[in-house]
């Protein structure tokens, strides 16, 4: 963290948060550091690797340490759309209708393989994940804040799912990879679990309001001029390469100016630099571009692709890199 002035009670709160996430989850600072990013944003989350990496005990970890009304939703290909957003029924008491919310009405809603799902199912969060409501015959209801969207998917088998189609990949601020544990963490996790599970004695650090707090606060950090250049000429690039045949969208700007804002935050500064934005670059945008089919055959690979991107603009103060 860059100690360039007082922690508000909000970060001191956040970064508590994270140490006592950690008490369950070894090993994965970095990806609980992206996760409170995205959700200091506003922004959701994509989780795509094996079973057994602790996808779902991170999400469910998050919420006891926030204080968070949690939902998680087993995406199979029989789920239907209102099970997510919830639908009408009539009363015959009072011979009206009335609306049972679904499971998407919370502050952090696990999508558990949601390629799983069938597209209709999938895209009854795409209201929810951008606009922050859903719409249940013609009546529009409010998500709660905060609100965030945590899907995982296994990137092995794909006999019965349905791939995320661009649209709603884009929806998603960035794709995570958990990965393996490391030996010694592994064994760390042995203990932890001989006994009891670990995430019973998880305190609860922030609450809801102190969430909305801080992204009040997150909001109000700034960016020089030169920075909104640098972030539109990184994702321009993507649009022109000729190894990509889809490159980024606009939406992938505001997504990495907005991550910037919450990553620069997260280090105590209320100022964005060059670097927070170089941190989050490729991680926002690996998921919204496609190679070529030529690319593809010369195995050239997107994290390739973005990195020679990045050498080639120009970085503000500093000159090229």
Same mark, same amino acid.
């Given at each position: 963290?860059?100690?360039?002035?007082?922690?508000?009670?909000?970060?001191?709160?956040?970064?508590?948060?994270?140490?006592?996430?950690?008490?369950?989850?070894?090993?994965?600072?970095?990806?609980?550091?992206?996760?409170?990013?995205?959700?200091?944003?506003?922004?959701?989350?994509?989780?795509?690797?094996?079973?057994?990496?602790?996808?779902?005990?991170?999400?469910?970890?998050?919420?006891?340490?926030?204080?968070?009304?949690?939902?998680?939703?087993?995406?199979? %290909?029989?789920?239907?759309?209102?099970?997510?957003?919830?639908?009408?029924?009539?009363?015959?008491?009072?011979?009206?209708?009335?609306?049972?919310?679904?499971?998407?009405?919370?502050?952090?809603?696990?999508?558990?393989?949601?390629?799983?799902?069938?597209?209709?199912?999938?895209?009854?969060?795409?209201?929810?994940?951008?606009?922050?409501?859903?719409?249940?015959?013609?009546?529009?209801?409010?998500? %709660?804040?905060?609100?965030?969207?945590?899907?995982?998917?296994?990137?092995?088998?794909?006999?019965?799912?349905?791939?995320? %189609?661009?649209?709603?990949?884009?929806?998603?601020?960035? *794709?995570?990879?958990?990965?393996?544990?490391?030996?010694?963490?592994?064994?760390?996790?042995?203990?932890?679990?001989?006994?009891?599970? %670990?995430?019973?004695?998880?305190?609860?650090?922030?609450?809801?309001?102190?969430?909305?707090?801080? *992204?009040?606060?997150?909001?109000?950090?700034?960016?020089?001029?030169?920075?909104?250049?640098?972030?539109?000429?990184?994702?321009?690039?993507?649009?022109?390469? *000729?190894?990509?045949?889809?490159?980024?969208?606009?939406?992938?700007?505001?997504?990495?100016?907005?991550?910037?804002?919450?990553?620069?935050?997260?280090?105590?500064?209320?100022?964005?630099?060059?670097?927070?934005?170089?941190?989050?670059?490729?991680?926002?945008?690996?998921?919204?571009?496609?190679?070529?089919?030529?690319?593809?055959?010369?195995?050239?690979?997107?994290?390739?692709?973005?990195?020679?991107?990045?050498?080639?603009?120009?970085?503000?103060?500093?000159? *090229?890199?």
């Amino acid at each position: 963290m860059d100690e360039t002035k007082a922690m508000s009670p909000e970060l001191q709160k956040i970064l508590g948060a994270i140490e006592e996430m950690e008490t369950v989850i070894v090993g994965k600072h970095r990806e609980m550091i992206l996760l409170m990013t995205a959700m200091l944003s506003g922004a959701h989350v994509l989780i795509e690797d094996v079973p057994g990496t602790g996808k779902t005990s991170l999400a469910a970890t998050m919420s006891r340490v926030m204080g968070m009304a949690f939902n998680r939703a087993q995406f199979t %290909p029989d789920i239907m759309a209102s099970d997510i957003t919830g639908f009408n029924i009539y009363n015959r008491q009072k011979e009206t209708f009335e609306f049972r919310s679904g499971l998407v009405m919370c502050n952090l809603l696990l999508a558990d393989e949601i390629n799983r799902a069938s597209p209709k199912t999938q895209s009854a969060l795409l209201e929810a994940m951008e606009e922050g409501r859903v719409t249940v015959d013609g009546e529009t209801y409010p998500m %709660p804040e905060p609100f965030m969207v945590i899907a995982t998917q296994n990137p092995t088998g794909y006999v019965g799912t349905y791939p995320l %189609p661009e649209a709603q990949l884009d929806r998603f601020a960035f *794709k995570l990879n958990m990965g393996y544990p490391s030996n010694q963490e592994e064994i760390e996790i042995l203990r932890a679990r001989r006994g009891q599970n %670990p995430m019973e004695n998880v305190r609860q650090v922030l609450s809801a309001e102190d969430i909305v707090s801080a *992204k009040a606060q997150v909001a109000q950090v700034k960016l020089e001029d030169s920075l909104y250049t640098y972030i539109v000429a990184l994702i321009s690039a993507t649009r022109h390469h *000729k190894s990509f045949s889809l490159g980024a969208s606009p939406r992938a700007s505001v997504a990495l100016m907005r991550l910037a804002q919450a990553y620069a935050f997260l280090r105590g500064r209320d100022y964005v630099l060059p670097d927070d934005i170089a941190a989050l670059y490729r991680i926002a945008v690996a998921h919204r571009v496609i190679l070529t089919q030529e690319a593809k055959l010369n195995h050239v690979t997107v994290s390739a692709v973005l990195d020679e991107i990045f050498r080639s603009v120009e970085v503000p103060y500093l000159g *090229k890199k």
